[in-house]
């Protein structure tokens, strides 16, 4: 079992940055490989970054890349998401999700957090 808590969201103006964080409990953090994924109004919930199990492997939605970062720190059981160059387009709640493997499909993961919601004012 795995809980998963995101925070760090705001509104912030275009062309600006936010850190989401998520915390997970338990003791088996570093088993999974850990996503975001994002849900504007009105649309489907889409993938946006993925991490493996010890961070060596990253993988992004070719609408953030190279605006966006993951990163994990297995010690403190979190994962992170560095959101730079905000787009107003980027505005959604934004929810980090754990899975065994890496995967960009949300229906692979199996724990998902409440979301925060991130809104990018123009």
């Known amino acids: 079992q795995v809980q998963l808590v995101e925070s760090g969201g705001g509104l912030v103006q275009a062309g600006g940055s936010l850190r989401l964080s998520c915390a997970a409990s338990g003791r088996t953090f570093s088993s999974y490989a850990m996503g975001w994924f994002r849900q504007a109004p009105g649309k489907e919930r889409e993938f946006v970054a993925a991490?493996?199990?010890?961070?060596?492997?990253?993988y992004f939605a070719d609408s953030v890349k190279g605006r966006f970062t993951i990163s994990r720190d297995n010690a403190k059981n979190t994962v992170y998401l560095q959101m730079n160059s905000l787009k107003p387009e980027d505005t959604a709640v934004y929810y980090c999700?754990?899975?065994?493997?890496?995967?960009?499909?949300?229906?692979?993961?199996?724990?998902w957090g409440q979301g925060t919601q991130v809104t990018v004012s123009s």
């Open positions: 991490i493996g199990r010890t961070g060596g492997n990253t």
């Open positions: 999700a754990a899975t065994p493997r890496l995967s960009s499909r949300p229906n692979e993961y199996g724990y």
